[in-house]
């Protein structure tokens, strides 16, 4: 019996997500009183890892690991998790989470939690989870010997608890894609929705797309991302992929500013897991005062460059 | 071509969410159900298929006989016929298994499901169905195209988007942008009288063991009420996000 969580990389680097997964299993290893193994691919560099806990690191780095299968990465999942005796694993899910743990859940025969945010119980082993678009919670019991969980995306944290970690190299066989790739299209140089801590989003109340500029300015200086509502996406304002809510994008940011956003119950849907969330919005009745944490009533064109100016000055002194 | 789109019968966008019997029911009162939103894209573009290309389309839904509204709806879109496979759709991997039986008894090409419902938001299914059969499989799809047996699908990264190619049989993970929203369709008059008439065969379900149970639904903690800061008072607000709320 142990843990073992899967910890992604890009780039060389490994995602934050890698270290908030590391961090659950420590969590989760505690819990069940037993050692924290974690699978680690491309990376030559594994002591990073060893700083959220995790006791000892396989590490694989193949060519087949160049695919968009799935099927592929789950296989070599289970394989470490029968090579080490591994009942629980855990993978955090963004795009390639979610992708993959399904699978692995069947190949282990494993009972697979979703979007879960909390260990709640080993005994029986009951895992809180997100349900009904963020607007509730349900505690879920797993009732199989191999448990997979997904962790949702900034829900448990980054959390370091530093342990004396060793790595091994890690040799399993990989199996054929069915899959191949022909282009990528991917956005450089701009945080993405998914990996920000802070999210500056815009609605309808900016009348027009020639308006962003003064939200990129306030993104830029906070180093945030840019999002926006449905209708602005469906007029054309800003691309669809920015588009938060029930059908859009899901925000898990630490921070997450609406400005000129009414707050319509399928908005929220897509931001009810940020932290922190601050409305700026010339109307005091618009429904997302009431799930804010911070306002101010004001008009946009006012608020938001006024806002932009002090920040600079804030920046400046605090580095 | 032949093309199964599961379709999952869930609370509407809008449906304010409660519980009842000590939270361990999810409170249908009110509630009006629909066609998973994200099932919905799939279907349309299953509709585009059999349109161009001469698939024939079948809907299937695990559930109760109150889905049937939702299947019989599915069919005034468009498709040709549905099946219901007769249980309660408590847990991900029963509704899976009994999907994964319905799509070999009826040797489809390509199997068509949400990558999330906006109920449980399992998004489980799909991929379970793949692990099941052992079918290629693409999650988080945005753009499908097939020729002959061949299927070119877009699917969404963190941070963009990939372009794969991959042989039928198939199974996908589908979201908005498999087909526009524009692109939805509003079941007309002809094609809800027409809906009636079409096959909805009634299957019973499989012995399948019941691997999650929800032992209590709970409701975020209702939070404080928001702090308001003067339009000419930006430093203050700053100060509080950065002393006390800590984000910046
Ligand atoms: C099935 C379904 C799914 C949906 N999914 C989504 C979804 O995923 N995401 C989503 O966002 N919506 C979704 N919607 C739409 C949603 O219901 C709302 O229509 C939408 O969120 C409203 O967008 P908005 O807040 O930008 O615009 P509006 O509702 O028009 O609000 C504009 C706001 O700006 C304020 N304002 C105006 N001028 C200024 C100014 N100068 N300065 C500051 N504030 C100003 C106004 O007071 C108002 O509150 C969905 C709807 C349906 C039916
Ligand atoms: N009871 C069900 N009957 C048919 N299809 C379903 C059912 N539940 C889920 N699905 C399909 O699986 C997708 C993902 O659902 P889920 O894994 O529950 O988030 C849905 O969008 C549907 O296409």
């Known amino acids: ?319 | 071509m032949k093309i199964l789109v599961c379709i999952s019968h869930v609370p509407d966008t809008t449906s304010k969410i409660n519980f009842t019997e000590n939270d361990t029911q999810f409170d249908k009162n009110g509630v009006q159900y629909v066609i998973n939103p994200m099932d919905e894209y799939c279907l349309t573009r299953a509709m585009w298929f059999k349109e161009k290309q001469g698939a024939s389309v079948t809907v299937v839904n695990v559930g109760t006989q109150e889905t049937e509204a939702t299947l019989r709806k599915a069919l005034a879109i468009g498709a040709d016929d549905a099946i219901r496979v007769d249980a309660s759709a408590t847990d991900s991997f029963f509704v899976a298994k009994q999907l994964a039986e319905v799509v070999k008894n009826g040797n489809y090409d390509l199997v068509l499901a949400g990558k999330e419902s906006i109920d449980y938001n399992g998004a489980m299914v799909p991929g379970f169905m793949a692990g099941l059969l052992d079918y290629s499989f693409i999650n988080a799809c945005v753009g499908l195209e097939i020729a002959e047996n061949t299927a070119t699908a877009i699917r969404e990264i963190d941070g963009g988007s990939e372009t794969l190619e991959t042989n039928l049989p198939l199974i996908i993970g589908g979201q908005k942008g498999i087909v526009q929203e524009a692109d939805l369709r509003i079941p007309n008059m002809r094609g809800i009288m027409m809906a009636r008439k079409k096959p909805l065969q009634v299957v019973p379900a499989v012995a399948a063991a019941s691997e999650v149970e929800t032992v209590k639904f709970e409701k975020p903690a209702t939070k404080g009420a928001v702090k308001l800061v003067d339009a000419d008072n930006l430093d203050e607000l700053i100060s509080l996000l950065h002393n006390e709320a800590k984000v910046i």
């Open chain 1, 1 to 319: 019996m142990s843990v073992l969580v899967f910890a992604e990389s890009s780039g060389g680097k490994f995602n934050k997500t890698a270290f908030e997964a590391t961090s659950f299993g420590r969590t989760v290893a505690n819990a069940l009183e037993t050692d924290l193994t974690v699978l680690s691919v491309y990376m030559d560099d594994v002591s990073p890892l060893y700083t959220y806990g995790a006791d000892k690191v396989l590490r694989v780095n193949n060519e087949a690991l160049n695919t968009s299968d799935a099927n592929v990465y789950a296989n070599i999942i289970k394989q470490a998790a029968e090579q080490e005796g591994a009942d629980t694993v855990i993978i955090s899910l963004n795009a390639n989470g979610y992708y993959l743990a399904p699978l692995v859940a069947v190949s282990l025969d494993a009972a697979y939690a979703s979007n879960a945010v909390s260990l709640e119980s080993t005994s029986p082993f009951v895992i809180k989870r997100k349900v009904f678009s963020n607007k509730a919670f349900a505690n879920v019991a797993l009732n199989t010997t191999n448990k997979v969980i997904g962790l949702a995306k900034n829900a448990f944290g980054v959390h370091e608890n530093p342990v004396a970690g060793t790595a091994v190299d890690f040799e399993p066989t990989f199996i054929a894609s069915k899959i191949k790739r022909t282009a990528v299209d991917k956005t450089t140089g701009k945080v993405t929705i998914a990996d920000a801590d802070i999210v500056v989003s815009g609605g309808r109340g900016l009348k027009s797309g020639e308006n962003w500029g003064m939200l990129e300015e306030l993104a830029e200086i906070l180093g945030a991302a840019t999002a926006c509502s449905k209708p602005v996406a469906d007029l054309g304002w800003r691309p669809h992929a920015e588009h938060v809510g029930q059908t859009g994008k899901q925000v898990a940011s630490n921070l997450y500013i609406a400005i000129g956003i009414s707050g319509a119950i399928q908005h929220l849907a897509g931001v009810n897991s940020s932290k922190v969330k601050v409305v700026i919005n010339t109307d005091p009745e618009a429904p997302f005062f009431k799930a804010a944490d911070y306002g101010v009533v004001g008009d946009a064109f006012e608020v938001v460059p006024a806002l932009v100016e002090k920040l600079k000055a804030f920046k400046a002194q605090n580095g």
